[in-house]
């Protein structure tokens, strides 16, 4: 009886701890994040955009992130600078900076700038744009990649 009482015990702990688990991926919205635009600017000396790298089919979240490398330098003291725009419930946002670089030495982007995260609408173009100041000269490769969320 003992023996019984025991395997019966035991079933009904296993039996709870596999109720209690999930199924993988469970809670979460499939197929996401999946990259929705990537743009690589190589060999570039002129200012983009603002350019239009992806309009969303429906309302949505999204992380922006960018690098950008100056492969030419010049002799004067400026910076390459990536930037974003997007249109959400409030109008227009913009402005907001994803890489920068100084053009007067060969360097890759400074780290202290993240990813952006951002809420668009639908029909609303997110854009990107390059520019900068003091960049006679100058090179640089920009790579950015657009991510949508949930």
Known sequence: MKRVSFLLAILLIAATCF??????????NPGFPRVVARLNLLNRSNQVG??????????????????????????????????????????????TALAQVPTNFV???YNFL???VLNAS?????????????????????????EQLE
Do not use: H, M
């Open 50 to 95: 603002p350019e239009t790298i992806f309009v969303p089919k429906s309302a949505g979240v999204f992380r922006l992130s960018a690098a950008i490398v100056c492969t030419v330098a010049n002799d004067l003291e400026g910076q390459w600078d990536v930037a974003a725009q997007w249109t959400n419930e409030v109008g227009l946002n913009g402005g």
């Open 107 to 109: 360097s890759s982007s």
């Open 19 to 28: 109720a209690q688990t999930a199924n993988r991926g469970a809670g979460q």
């Open 122 to 146: 639908k029909g609303g173009p997110i854009t990107i744009s390059v520019d900068g100041s003091n960049t006679a000269g100058s090179q640089y490769n920009a790579y950015i990649i657009l």
């Open 114 to 116: 993240p990813p952006l």
